[in-house]
């Protein structure tokens, strides 16, 4: 029984369609991605979830019944635009927090403290929360989200301005309580970020889905055509007739091959002729990322002659793989 | 599976009607104990609570002692061919000042005498020859401040008629002047005629005696006007805390809408619960800060500091029965403009927002404001009765009248009755604004919209 289904929902807001005949499904205990560019309709689906809005038409439901407010006590969210009350102590307004999801203030209180030391942030406890940068007011999100000990836990762009030291903190976080059991759902642009440790995904644009399924599927539908080379010397190599694309960096290239029914072969030769020619540090061999299958996919699906999404698809483009 | 109905806009997943369950009263505590909390530990609440009060006093004080002080001395020049008609009016002008002070001095050790008299100027006679540049020097001495008004007097052609007379004043504000020269100088002529046509100086004086009316009150008039000052002193104290607090409900929405933190707490617990936990956490301060005043004045006025200070004429004259009114409808009255303040935060997006919208909170408090005058006078005129009963009007009209007046108790339970519906009326509507417009950024919403937002749940 999945702990989030979303069944043809639709979302208009005044004249703009959020989200439209959205369908997915989050099973329970896995990491899931909700994946895709600013204002494709993610915030707008999780907002659904959670009872904040109401879909126009379709269903939400959530662990496995309608939408009932006493399922939110078993929810933490993080929503993308973080608030907390600026002029209150933060110890404080980790116990209001977690008090307003049935917890007793003790155990808020105790609950508080052990996940601050957890995230080594004891000592903003004291403090007001205007008085902290902005990467430890995230940090008190995070743990006010998972204060009750949810089952399904909603991030929405939960490393947007954090470090990647308090992000990787985060991560490996989310990980556990994942193999713990909780379910997790990731809301990001990042998708870099987040293909690593995703066990499903669906990939949204412009309110629809354009790609859904397990990660593993995905990446093993693709052939494995690229190839990410680091070297030292002479770059002829990099002229041979089987390379499609390429993206030339400093002593770093990365690679598309054409489709070849004989693609390992073609890249065993790329190889060797990187060899004959420079010293090689690194040469790795993949799918596509995930940026690069969403961006194929969204190509795809346009229609003909829409040269404004085009060009935005190509600006994304730019902007994801100078990233 | 399907949780909410599809293509029609009413989710059938949700009760539209807000239900106070045992779990969201405790969450509405929950948020009126962190809203009472936060802002009672505030500078600004400190800060309020010392102020307001010493402004107030202030005032009073303030007027009392300008009252007290005597004012300078009014100069007028009188401009006639006939010099004995200024003396005459100087003289009466000076019997007139003495019979008002010796009639407050005679007040004022009465035991009901009520007010310290006020001092009256004095006011100093100039006689004057008309010339050919009289007007231009008089005009010059007006602007150098060294003259206060004067009287041209012009003979009637016909002897024994009655002469012409322009007053020039330096400023407009002194009407006052105006009338007591008026007084002063139709006695000077009546004098003058009675004087022609031969009748004695001193019977003369015993004709134009003012008759004197001796007033005695079926109440205690000392006590009823007291308590006028102190029922008018709470009726300001209702006024400016529901204003002063109603902003602050609808300043700390827009504040939540501005840090985001609406999101978490919406996805935590219903709209209405964080509505009702605000206003009731926001009027729980606003009771404490009115308790404190009232118990400082209670114990001022009991303790002999207070009567030192302020005399008789502060003494707190408040029967338990008007406190009880004043803590009903002061409660009444926040719940009801709390919530359209609450309304109004919903529906912005900043503090200068909200300033274009505030009318529709500080009209109808400044109108009960405007209707004090009335109220004093006449607290039972048909006016006060039927405004009273008006929602918007009931809580401070309501409360004047039952304090001072004499409301029928079915005008009073009524008044009760209508504003406690009209709160339930306010606080669903607002509650579905509240719902709507916290998730709404942007642009400020037009008038249909809102009415959409009524419908939708």
Redesign the interface.
């Known amino acids: 029984m999945p702990i989030v289904q979303l069944h043809h929902a639709r979302k208009v807001y005044d004249a703009k369609v959020a989200v439209e005949d959205l369908s997915f499904a989050i099973e329970p205990g896995t990491m899931f991605g909700l994946l895709g560019p600013n204002g494709s309709g993610k915030t707008s689906s999780i907002r659904m979830m959670i009872g904040i809005t109401m879909p126009d038409s379709g269903s939400v439901s959530l662990f496995g019944q309608p939408f009932a407010r006493k399922s939110l006590s078993r929810v933490g969210y993080l929503p993308e635009e973080r608030g907390l009350y600026k002029k209150m102590n933060v110890f404080d307004q980790l116990v209001f927090l977690g008090r307003l999801h049935y917890l007793s203030a003790s155990v808020a209180a105790a609950r508080a403290r052990s996940w601050c030391e957890k995230l080594k942030i004891t000592e903003a406890l004291p403090k007001k929360t205007e008085d902290l940068s902005k990467g430890m007011q995230q940090k008190i999100q995070f743990i006010a989200t998972l204060l009750h000990d949810p089952e399904l836990i909603i991030m929405d762009e939960p490393f947007s301005g954090l470090d990647p030291v308090n992000a990787s903190l985060l991560m490996d976080t989310l990980l556990e309580l994942r193999r713990e059991g909780r379910t997790v759902l990731f809301s990001t642009h990042r998708m870099d970020q987040v293909e690593r440790f995703c066990d499903n995904i669906a990939l949204i644009h412009r309110g629809q889905l354009v790609l859904k399924g397990s990660m593993a599927a995905i990446k093993a539908s693709y052939p494995r055509n690229r190839v990410h080379i680091s070297f030292d010397g002479d770059d002829a190599f990099l002229r041979s007739p089987n390379i499609e694309s390429l993206k030339r960096y400093n002593g770093h290239a990365d690679i598309k091959l054409r489709p070849s029914a004989m693609l390992a072969d073609d890249v065993q030769a790329l190889l060797a002729a990187a060899l004959r020619h420079a010293r090689i540090t690194r040469f790795e061999v993949s799918e596509p990322t995930l940026e690069e299958i969403f961006i194929e996919k969204v190509r795809e699906s346009l229609p003909e002659n829409n040269g404004l999404i085009l060009h935005e698809l190509q600006q994304a483009e730019g902007s994801y793989f100078g990233a | 599976?399907?949780?909410?109905c599809?293509?029609c806009?009413k989710?059938?997943?949700?009760t539209s009607v807000p239900r106070i369950r045992a779990?969201s009263l405790r969450?509405v505590l929950?948020i009126a104990r962190?809203e009472y909390r936060?802002r009672i530990r505030?500078r600004g609440f400190l800060i309020t609570t010392i102020m307001i009060p010493l402004i107030m006093s202030g005032f009073i004080f303030g007027s009392i002692f300008l009252g007290s002080r005597a004012p300078g001395d009014i100069h007028i020049a009188v401009v006639s061919s006939d010099p004995q008609l200024a003396l005459d009016l100087q003289a009466e002008l000076d019997r007139r000042q003495q019979q008002q002070e010796d009639s407050a001095a005679a007040a004022q050790e009465s035991p009901t005498g009520a007010s310290p008299a006020k001092k009256q100027a004095r006011i100093i006679v100039e006689a004057m020859q008309p010339g050919p540049g009289t007007r231009t020097e008089l005009k010059s001495n007006l602007e150098s401040g060294d003259l206060d008004g004067y009287l041209w007097i012009t003979p009637d052609a016909a002897p024994g008629g009655r002469p012409a007379i322009a007053f020039t004043p330096r400023s407009s504000g002194q009407a006052g002047i105006k009338n007591t020269l008026a007084d002063a100088l139709g006695q000077v002529l009546i004098r003058e005629q009675l004087g022609h046509r031969g009748v004695a100086a001193a019977d003369a004086d015993s004709m134009l005696q003012p008759v004197t009316l001796a007033t005695s009150h079926g109440l205690d008039h000392s006590a009823h006007e007291s308590a006028e000052i102190s029922v008018s002193v709470l009726f300001f104290v209702m006024y400016l805390v529901i204003m002063l607090y109603g902003m602050n409900v609808a300043r700390s929405i827009i504040e939540?809408k501005t840090?985001?933190?609406?999101?978490?707490?919406?996805?935590?617990?219903?709209p209405e619960a964080m509505m009702a936990g605000k206003i009731i956490g926001v009027g729980s301060v606003g009771l404490t800060q009115v308790g404190i005043w009232l118990a400082a004045v209670l114990l001022l006025s009991a303790s002999s500091m207070g009567i030192h200070l302020g005399g008789d004429t502060l003494h707190v004259a408040l029967t338990g029965s008007q406190v009880v009114y004043f803590l009903v409808y002061f409660i009444l009255g926040f719940a009801f403009y709390s919530s359209i303040a609450a309304a109004l935060g919903a529906m912005t997006n900043s503090e200068q927002e909200l300033q274009q919208l505030n009318m529709f909170l500080l009209l109808p408090l400044l109108a009960c404001f405007l209707m004090l005058g009335t109220l004093l006078t006449t607290p039972d005129s048909t006016l006060a009765r039927v405004l009273a009963l008006v929602p918007p009007f009931t809580p401070l009209l309501m409360y004047f009248r039952v304090s001072l007046g004499h409301p029928a108790g079915w005008e009073v339970v009524l008044s009760i009755v209508l504003t406690s519906a009209s709160i339930c009326v306010i606080v669903w509507a607002t509650s579905r604004i509240y719902r709507v417009g916290v998730?709404m950024y942007g642009k400020r919403p037009s008038l249909p919209e809102i009415l959409r937002w009524l419908k939708y749940s």
């Open positions: 599976m399907a949780s909410f599809t293509n806009s989710p059938k997943g949700v779990a969450n929950l962190r936060e505030t939540e840090s985001r933190i609406f999101e978490v707490m919406l996805a935590t617990i219903r998730l």
